[in-house]
């Protein structure tokens, strides 16, 4: 990276520090300037359990190319065990790494600055999940049972806040994180409301069964995704108004994945056959106006096996789709704003879980 | 991502846990063909004539290589792997040819250990101390007055503990104290008693101890640590007899063992988290009789066996609801079997036997399922046999039918499995034979396949195994060579619808998925020479070629990719030294790379690796007692190598023992 041009993002990041941290950590810029151009996009992946083999893919939209693994590269040594959510915020990227137990914390090159290693009092792992960020500072769930929040300074865990074993996803919205509760080791239906001030729990909603996935909209309402429960796991999507714990139900199918972007939840729904998932259709939400688009946002020529996940290029609109056997390296679909496939990017790791995406002015 | 969280917690809540529990069958001891001597085949083990590889280690040579548990010893074989997740106390289990571990019976005197639950056996629970002969055969066994378990596997490790003979005294007595690196203590007692002219009773208490934290060095890129194996290990006690004798005419044993062990478990080795709190408590009893009579061309024999297993797994994390989880599982056997094996014609003989079982298993867990398993096994064989010639056939069939407490309950299995093998000696003046065969069996899936938490899949089919073999052997001896035997072996192997635990949304859940088709050569040499009188050298070889490929899905990025942990090459040897001061021996053990993961990518590749041992021993008659010392030194060159990834194997390390014979 020219030094010039990197001296510019950071400063771009800084200033817009604000508007990355929106609620939802699938997008990381809402940058309005008509110049914004998206320079690249990470793709993480988590692995195997049990074979410390996480990777960290970059892929550059100006050459096409992808870098291969680029923490391992920079730092000549691994990510670790499991690998779980990715965050971009101001020049550093975070890594939750769950088995390892470690969150990464790096440069927008992959290179180490620092690896912080959340203690854990007597569970094998305080499993570092989620991530968002907030007002400078980076805000980690873990599964143990808590919200840690990150000074992106001192990248210390400067405060802790008990939500419940199980924790999953979190994010923002008015001033307040949300978390949700799964249903494992024991059930439970928990959003949990931390007040970021005070860093206490203000709230708990029951919203859904087993509730793993949570965005928010402008408005305040929240997005939950049910991951079901045991025979089927058949999940669901639900609409929380987090004033009156009221619930709507959006979706039900076997399998659910979303983002947010703009107005929009993009939806990935699929039936599920033999435990997999078949027939996904690709559902966008206005939050807006609270109503499904009639056409889906990939068209139906288009085939990906095994999708994963979905983030949208907040720049052009382009969906990156992952997918994936449990066996082999993923693969990354470019979807153009018309649905049309745009390309399909091979990557390097095994079960790639999240893309995340860096910009820059031009 | 859920579902590897719940892979997690579903390694470390079943598998292993389930695959340390086992349970044990009976089966025939021994059976005795007609077969006439040729004058060109020396008397060693009748491996040359078979018409499947069968390969065998003798009580002689475990003591020449200084080998002490069986897992060292079944190293030795071509043909199989042996996957050892380190230490004393780690689990070891054995796959032939590619197949997986649930295809290989293993038996005990005759004995074939079941597991209905994980389907596979540990062999690191087995000493090697009071054993006279271990033996693998790959394919049917041309022993056709078998059980009927014996057929139902793609091969079978046979472990055969010595009988006593007694002679000048009506007693032995046996003692040995050994020890070694990393805390490890062997002790043993044996005790053979002639009760009367008919009768003696073998008695004999092993217990293994070890701290077991060995260290390693764990490498992680340029992060390379000095690390020691946390958590791993391990006490047993180990408690058999045997009572044999003779009666109305016909020869009868019984059995009854004991085992009961604790062990820690070290886990995966993960990068920048060592915390490992796991531990296993393990009972096994069984208690089983055994007889035969022989007529002018009849014979009959009968084994029933009784069977109880219990394990204990816990693991503590504060993220359990009560600090802990806690699995407790009691497996129970009962077993029946009975056959006949009837020689009407000279050279041609043909068996039926029929095997009946009844296996429950028990555990504490929320949602009982309370399987109960009613499997029916008979196996129809044929034999013809000449010095040049032998032909066997035989026919298996499998009904089997389980019930339930609750849930669905899988549809009864019912198979046909045929099996065919010749033997032939073209030239009558040559021991050379040529030999081929054929065999298309299966395994049943297991409990924890159709019923565990989440992941149990009443739907599964068995998982089917085609075997196709065709080799040659030669032995023999000459001026220059006391002994030489050689034989090679080219196979052809198709698994279909493997079970395989296939993540999905939330958890994991087990399918039938994947086919496997395998193409390998196996190589065995043995020789041995005389130098002086007093003086010998043993020489043995092996060499496994061996190409396993996924055939599933042409358009994926694993198809025709080397599977898992399945070396294309992997060899042995070992030389002996004899001599009237100390016996020597030194043995190679080098298997080339493998992969860790489905797909044949840099970042899934072990590096292969060479293991050096040497051992030393020599005899001192002590009066009419005799005292033997042996000493071994295990992995010379300190090479650090994993077989499971992220499971390391002990560096260099030592033992030594003091066995007392009177």
Partial sequence: ?362 | MRFLFWRGMLCLTTVLPVSYSFAQQKDTIRTRQLQEVEVVEQSRPAVNRASVPVQAISKEMIDRMGMQNLSEAVKRFSGVTVKDYGGIGGLKTVSIRSFGAQHTAVSYDGITISDAQSGQVDISRFSLDNVEEITLTIGQSDEIFQTARMYASVGVLAIKTNRPVFQDKPFHIRSKIGGGSFGLLTPSFQYDRKLTDHFSLTTRADWVSAKGEYPFTLINGQLVTKEKRKNSDVQSLRLESNLYGSLGGGEFNAKIYYYDSERGLPGSVTYYNDYAKERLWDNHFFSQAYYRKDWDVLSFQSSVRYNYSYSKYRNVDSMFPDGMQEDRNTQQEYYFSTGVHYRPLNGFSTSLTSDLSYTTLDNNFENKILPERLTSLTALAMQYQTSRLTLTGSLLATYMRDEVRSGDRPADKKRLSPALGVSWRPFSESSFRLRASFKDIFRVPTFTDLYYQRIGNTNLNPERALQYNLGLTWSGENSFFRYLSVSADVYYNKAEDKIVAVPTMYVWKMRNLGEVETIGLDFNLHLEKLLTSGMAVLFSSTYSYMKAVDVTDTGSKVYHHQIQYAPKHSGTTSVSLENPWVNLSYQVTAVGKRYSLPQNIKSNEITGYVEHNLSLNRSFPIGRANLRVQAELLNLTNKTYDIIRFYPMPGRSWRLSLVLIY
């Avoid at chain 1, 990197?6 to 800084?14: A, G, N, S, T």
């Avoid at chain 1, 703009?262 to 078949?278: F, G, K, R, T």
């Fill in chain 1, 1 to 362: 990276m020219k030094k010039k041009e990197f001296l510019y993002l950071l400063l771009c990041f800084v200033l817009l520090g604000v508007s990355l941290t929106s609620c939802n950590d699938d997008d990381d810029s809402e940058i309005d300037d008509p110049v914004e151009v998206t320079r690249g996009a990470y793709v993480l992946s988590s692995g195997s359990w049990g074979y410390n083999n996480s990777v960290l893919d970059y892929y550059d939209l100006k050459t096409g190319e992808v870098n291969s693994g680029i923490f391992y590269a920079t730092n000549d040594r691994k990510l670790g065990d499991t690998a779980n959510d990715l965050l971009v915020y101001g020049s550093k990227l975070y890594i939750a790494v769950n088995v390892s137990n470690t969150i990464e914390v790096t440069d927008l090159n992959g290179k180490s600055i620092k690896q912080i290693q959340p203690e854990n009092n007597g569970s094998s792992i305080a499993g570092p999940r989620y991530l968002t960020a907030e007002d400078g500072k980076v805000y980690v769930t873990l599964y143990d049972g808590y919200l840690a929040q990150i000074d992106t300074t001192t990248l210390e865990i400067e405060k802790k806040v008990e939500v419940g074993v199980g924790v999953e996803q979190v994010c923002e919205s008015n001033d307040k994180l949300y978390v949700v509760i799964s249903s494992n080791p024991t059930a439970s239906t928990k959003v949990k409301e931390i007040d970021i001030k005070t860093f206490t729990v203000t709230k708990e909603i029951d919203a859904v069964i087993n509730p793993c996935y949570i965005k928010a909209d402008d408005a305040g309402y929240l997005y939950v995704i049910s991951s079901g429960e045991s025979p089927d796991y058949s999940n669901k999507l639900v609409r929380v108004n987090p004033t009156t714990g009221e619930t709507v139900e959006l979706l039900a199918k076997g399998k659910i994945a979303m983002t947010e972007m703009d107005d929009y939840l993009y939806i990935i729904a699929s039936d599920v056959e033999n435990w997999a998932p078949v027939n996904p259709q690709y559902l966008k939400y206005n939050m807006d106006t609270q109503q499904f688009e009639t056409t889906q946002f990939v068209n139906s020529d288009v085939t990906v096996e095994q999708p994963m996940s979905l983030n949208v290029d907040p720049v052009s609109g382009d969906v990156y789709i992952t997918s994936g056997t449990y066996t082999a390296t993923g693969d990354v679909h470019i979807i153009s704003k018309d649905g049309a496939l745009v390309k399909t990017v091979a990557l390097s790791g095994i079960n790639p879980i999240c893309t995340r995406f860096v910009t820059t002015e031009e």
